[in-house]
C-alpha cells in the first residue's frame, strides 16, 4: 500500500447481512466497473484487466417498512487504469466515454461524495462484493477510507438462498424478475441496480421472508 495507513483493505470488508435496524436510515448501493468480454467469468485475470469503480449508485431508504426511498446518488468516475471504456461495457451500461468525458470525476471526490451521502445510515447494503471493490480502488489511489467501520453488508447470500439459485445467479437487475415483480429500468447503472435490490428488499419482507 505503498506506506500508506493500514486503513482501507481487509478494515471493513462487508459483513454477511444478517437483518434490518429497527429504526434509522440504510443506504442501499451499486458499482459498475470497468469489464471486458469475458471478465466476470474469468475475474479480471486477463492482461490490463482492473476492477475500476465507473459509476456508484445508491439510495436511502427507511430502516423500516415500507422501505421510502428518501434520496438517491450517482455519480460517473474517469478511470485510469483503463481510461477509454470497453464496447462490451458501454453496451451493457449504456455508459459511454463521452459521458466519463462530460462528467466524469475523481475517484477520490467520488468516494468522499459517498460517504457524505451515507452519512448517519445504520447499514450500507450491496447485492455481492462492492465494497471490496471500493476498498481496493481507495488502496489504488492512496485514499484513507471514509466510512465508520462495521457499516458494509453484502446481502447477495441471503438473496440466493431464498430464491434457490447460485450466488452467481442472485445478479441485481435480475432480481425484481427472479420474485415476479415488474423489471426495473436501467438495468445495469448503479442507481437503477440499488433500486431493483431495495425493490426485492421490500417485496421479500413485506412476504415475510426476511
Not at 69 to 76: H, P
Not at 89 to 97: A, E, S, W, Y
Not at 157 to 174: G, H, K, M, T
Request: aromatic share 8%; proline share 5%.
Amino acid at each position: 500500500m505503498s506506506g500508506r495507513p493500514d486503513s482501507v483493505r481487509g478494515n471493513d470488508a462487508a459483513a454477511p447481512f444478517a437483518g434490518f435496524p429497527d429504526t434509522g436510515t440504510v443506504v442501499i448501493f451499486d458499482l459498475e466497473i470497468t469489464a471486458w468480454e469475458g471478465s466476470l467469468a474469468r475475474n479480471w485475470t486477463g492482461p490490463g484487466e482492473f476492477k475500476e469503480v465507473v459509476q456508484i449508485g445508491a439510495v436511502r431508504v427507511d430502516a423500516a417498512m415500507p422501505m421510502e426511498e428518501r434520496d438517491s446518488f450517482e455519480v460517473l468516475i474517469r478511470p485510469e487504469k483503463n481510461p477509454v471504456l470497453s464496447d462490451y461495457f458501454v453496451h451493457l451500461t449504456g455508459i459511454t466515454n463521452a459521458d466519463i468525458d462530460r462528467v466524469g470525476m475523481t475517484f477520490a471526490d467520488a468516494l468522499h461524495g459517498f460517504a457524505e451521502f451515507s452519512s448517519g445510515a445504520g447499514m450500507i447494503v450491496s447485492n455481492g462484493g462492492d465494497c471490496s471493490s471500493l476498498e481496493l480502488n481507495a488502496e489504488w489511489c492512496g485514499l484513507d477510507w471514509p466510512f465508520p467501520a462495521g457499516l458494509f453488508r453484502d446481502i447477495k447470500s441471503r438473496f440466493a438462498e431464498l430464491l434457490s439459485v447460485a450466488r452467481s445467479d442472485a445478479v441485481s437487475s435480475d432480481l425484481p424478475r427472479l420474485l415476479g415483480l415488474q423489471e426495473m429500468p436501467d438495468a445495469h447503472t448503479g442507481l437503477g441496480d440499488s433500486r431493483a435490490i431495495a425493490a426485492a428488499m421490500r417485496h421479500l419482507r413485506a412476504t415475510g421472508r426476511f
